[in-house]
T-cell receptor, first 113, second 116 residues
Framework: QQQVKQSPQSLIVQKGGIPIINCAYE??????FPWYQQFPGKGPALLIA???DVSEKKEGRFTISFNKSAKQFSLHIMDSQPGDSATYFC????????????WGLGTSLAVNP | DTAVSQTPKYLVTQMGNDKSIKCEQN?????MYWYKQDSKKFLKIMFS???????INETVPNRFSPKSPDKAHLNLHINSLELGDSAVYFC???????????????FGPGTRLTVL
């Protein structure tokens, strides 16, 4: 049972496009929603994160949109670049379970030049 | 200067062997983790230690045994290796407790284990 459902599994866009990755959850005990970026041969690294008391957070070209009532959140990458090609994971922290991080299955993004 | 380091980076071994992967973090964090990432990139939490105490122990075969000699180190020992153990194993660390930024996990570079 996947507690954080992520889609799509893979995504291809042209340079300058705006890829959008979506995640959905059910557990209302989640209180922190990070996105991690993983390049080939590297470990995941935190990209951006949001708490459920805000609806949007922007850092540079990366924006998280959060819809608490729908239990959905998404990552938008503005003006995408080939260097953004990576695997992106959404996640959620369970406040009631040792703050365990629950991971989505990941989205492989390719940005073509 | 590496925040979370793992050794070795690559490990190729025969079925049935016993092997260990070492992890060290110099971030002063209280919590450390082991993850397994399969060929489909799925990240599966295996274990988590907080100040040398085991706090998360997922459904992992008991052939896998973590050991934390101190809060800066978390090693993973695997007995009787099987073909299905082939994967990339990541160590990570985070600061204990709190919310928001304290939950950020910092990952090592990974150890690619291949069982032949």
């Amino acid at each position: 049972q996947q507690q954080v459902k992520q889609s799509p599994q893979s995504l291809i866009v042209q340079k300058g496009g705006i890829p959008i990755i979506n995640c959905a959850y059910e557990n209302t005990a989640f209180d922190y929603f990070p996105w991690y970026q993983q390049f080939p041969g590297k470990g995941p690294a935190l990209l951006i994160a949001i708490r459920p008391d805000v609806s949007e957070k922007k850092e540079g070209r990366f924006t998280i949109s959060f819809n608490k009532s729908a239990k959905q959140f998404s990552l938008h990458i503005m003006d995408s670049q080939p260097g953004d090609s990576a695997t992106y994971f959404c996640a959620a922290v369970n406040a009631g379970n040792n703050r365990k991080l629950i991971w989505g299955l990941g989205t492989s993004l390719a940005v073509n030049p | 200067d590496t925040a979370v380091s793992q050794t070795p980076k690559y490990l190729v071994t025969q079925m049935g062997n016993d092997k260990s992967i070492k992890c060290e973090q110099n971030l002063g964090h209280d919590t450390m983790y082991w993850y397994k990432q399969d060929s489909k990139k799925f990240l599966k939490i295996m274990f988590s230690y907080n100040n040398k105490e085991l706090i998360i122990n997922e459904t992992v075969p008991n052939r896998f045994s973590p050991k934390s000699p101190d809060k800066a180190h978390l090693n993973l020992h695997i007995n009787s290796l099987e073909l299905g153990d082939s994967a990339v194993y990541f160590c990570a660390s985070s600061q204990a407790g709190g919310t928001g930024g304290a939950d950020t996990q910092y990952f090592g570079p990974g150890t690619r284990l291949t069982v032949l």
